[in-house]
């Protein structure tokens, strides 16, 4: 299973990365990865690619992966090449507006990739006070809904719990719980 994980710096996805990856590791599964941090400090994009696998190399080739996800619907569009036809994305959005454009919808139809729009920031608005630290395990959390990328909801749910701190643990569950039921009420 070949993942990638996109969004700007301080989005968490080196914690998305750790996340699938303990769960890997608790299988017995090899796991190999790289993260491009670029700007990150100062928001920048930050894209990981991550493998889960018999792998060499820890760069996934473009049109490889199996799943994208995406904090950030512009790094979204961006890094939308490196999916297999067929693959799976779950792409956090601010305007919806952008995923009308018909050329995107072309290419999504052709390379039949299935891709979950998720309102991650009106989510944590209403239920979260606001706070966008937990946007990465809301998104882990509608990719464990939608049984993709081939690891269930309660291996996700388990090994956030095992990796989060303490002071963040029920609010971290808390937004995963979230992203599932976002996935169930569309």
């Known amino acids: ?31 190999i990865g790289s993260e491009v941090h670029g700007m990150a400090q100062r928001g ?4 990981s690619h991550f493998k889960v696998g018999p792998y060499k190399c820890p760069l996934i080739s473009a049109g490889d992966a199996d799943v994208l996800l995406a904090f950030d619907q512009n790094e979204a569009i ?11 994305c779950v792409i956090n959005v601010h305007r919806r507006e952008a995923f009308q454009n018909e050329s995107l919808k072309t290419y999504l139809a052709k390379r039949k990739i299935d891709a979950f ?24 959390g509608a ?19 095992t ?18 039921n976002a996935v169930h009420a569309s």
């Open 78 to 88: 961006r890094n939308l090449h490196f999916l297999k036809d067929g693959g799976h």
């Open 163 to 180: 990796l989060s701190p303490a002071k963040f643990r029920d609010d971290n569950l808390k937004a995963l719980e979230l992203g599932k």
């Open 117 to 140: 729009l998720l309102n991650g920031y009106e989510i944590l608005n209403e239920h979260m006070g606001g706070n966008y630290l937990f946007l990465n395990v809301l998104i882990l």
């Open 44 to 47: 920048g994009s930050v894209i």
């Open 1 to 31: 299973m070949q993942y990638i994980i996109v969004g700007l710096g301080g989005q968490g996805i080196l914690f998305a990365s750790r996340v699938l990856g303990q769960i890997a590791l608790k299988r017995g599964e090899n796991v």
């Open 143 to 161: 990719m464990g809904g939608l049984n993709i990328g081939g690891i269930s909801f309660e291996e996700i749910k388990e090994a956030v719990s």
